[in-house]
């Protein structure tokens, strides 16, 4: 069974860090898409950054861009999300997700897995 547990959030003055913690289980993941979503209340879930297991490569929404960083431990089966200079926008449910394709990854649609999520508040 597969799981993906989430870790890491908290409250944070504005300009602070996190580092979130995506624990992925039940399968091996090379090949996978990693993602992080957030969303904040009344608003929809959006992309914030995606890695692909094999080779590391990264890709950021606008808005987080130059300040969050996306990573993952293949030992640890873990994957990261260090979150800096952090704005009361940031804040939001922070979510976890895999897929095993490419194609519209910045989409939520075609993530097969989702972790429960953790908060981050940030506060002005």
């Known amino acids: 069974q597969v799981r993906l547990v989430e870790s890491g959030g908290g409250l944070v003055q504005a300009g602070g860090s996190l580092r979130l913690s995506c624990a992925a289980s039940?399968?091996?993941?090379?090949?996978?898409?990693m993602g992080w979503f957030r969303q904040a209340p009344e608003k929809e879930r959006e992309f914030v950054a995606v890695?692909?297991?094999?080779?590391?490569?990264?890709y950021y929404a606008d808005s987080v861009k130059g300040r969050f960083t996306i990573s993952r431990d293949n030992a640890k089966n873990t994957v990261y999300l260090q979150m800096n200079s952090l704005k009361p926008e940031d804040a939001a449910v922070y979510y976890c997700?895999?897929?095993?394709?490419?194609?519209?990854?910045?989409?939520?649609?075609?993530?097969?897995?989702w972790g429960q999520g953790t908060q981050v508040t940030v506060s002005s």
């Open positions: 997700a895999a897929r095993d394709s490419g194609g519209a990854i910045f989409e939520l649609k075609g993530y097969e897995y």
């Open positions: 039940g399968r091996t993941f090379s090949g996978y898409y």
């Open positions: 890695i692909r297991w094999s080779g590391g490569r990264t």
